[in-house]
């Protein structure tokens, strides 16, 4: 669990532009409370992954301000920012090595039992168990041992580990199966639990379980409610 419920994070007229021509972002307020979860939809090229890009500091507002607890990150340091905020990616970030150092890039310090914990949490050590040499198996970056939902249910695993006050998860669009759509739902609402969290939505059941639901459309929120006002 974080240690507190701070992680509110604040967007005042947000702008911003990849090449100084075309905006991304057109002015976005936003206003998402601490322990709050919020999914963002729209068209593609609609601005949701710029949104995380700019929450992750990955690039930097043109105009107005991104703020964390009413601190804009721009004043943060790199590093506090890293501890407060992580982003589970569409393309889950899977290296060379075994399962247990693949999770534990979430903490480098963390402990095997810790790891183990982790993954048990998220129901990732079902499949880990069946592999064959278990959390010591290797995978590769770009090898098939694991499946698109045992991915994701390792970056969950990872993300858990890293803790973060805030977390951004930009869902994957890649079909699963619904045995896997159940056991991910599972994992998110365990890895959610206690912290703020932005998620670009893709599938409905996230969408659904959301506080808050915002549409976006070339770089301008268009609706903000819940599922049931939409
Ligand atoms: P998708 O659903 O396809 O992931 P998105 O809503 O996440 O779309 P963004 O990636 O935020 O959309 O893109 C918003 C706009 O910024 C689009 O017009 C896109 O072409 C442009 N864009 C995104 N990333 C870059 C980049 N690295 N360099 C230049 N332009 C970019
Ligand atoms: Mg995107």
């Known amino acids: 669990e974080p240690d507190d419920v701070r992680g509110k994070v604040v967007f005042k007229e947000v702008e911003f532009s990849y090449d ?3 905006k991304a972002l ?8 601490a322990g709050e979860t919020v999914a963002f939809v729209g068209h593609t090229g609609s601005g949701k992954s ?21 601190i804009p990150i721009k004043h943060l340091k790199l590093e506090s920012l890293r501890q407060q905020v992580s982003i589970v990616l569409q393309d889950t970030f899977i290296f060379s090595g075994t399962i247990m150092e693949n999770i534990r890039f ?18 990732a050590n079902l ?21 698109v939902g045992e991915r994701q249910l390792l970056s969950f695993a990872r993300a858990l580990l890293a803790n973060p006050r805030i977390l951004i998860l930009d869902e994957a669009t890649a079909s699963i199966d619904t045995v896997t759509e159940v056991n991910i739902q599972k994992a998110l609402k ?4 206690g912290r703020t969290a932005i ?10 379980e959301a506080d808050s639901i915002i549409v976006l459309d070339h770089g301008n929120i268009i609706e903000q409610g819940s599922h049931e006002e939409l």
């Open 20 to 22: 100084g021509k075309r």
């Open 26 to 33: 057109n002015g976005i307020d936003l206003n998402i409370k």
């Open 50 to 70: 710029t949104i995380a890009n700019l929450i992750c500091r990955f690039y930097d507002a043109t105009s107005g301000s991104v703020e964390i607890d009413d």
């Open 106 to 123: 979430g903490r480098p310090g963390a402990s095997d039992e810790e790891v183990q914990r982790a993954a048990e949490a998220v129901g």
């Open 127 to 147: 499949f880990i168990n069946k592999l064959k040499d278990g959390y010591h198996t290797e995978v590769e970056e770009r090898g098939n041992v694991l499946s």
């Open 190 to 193: 365990t890895l959610l639990a």
């Open 199 to 208: 998620i670009v939505a893709h599938r409905l059941s996230t969408i659904r």
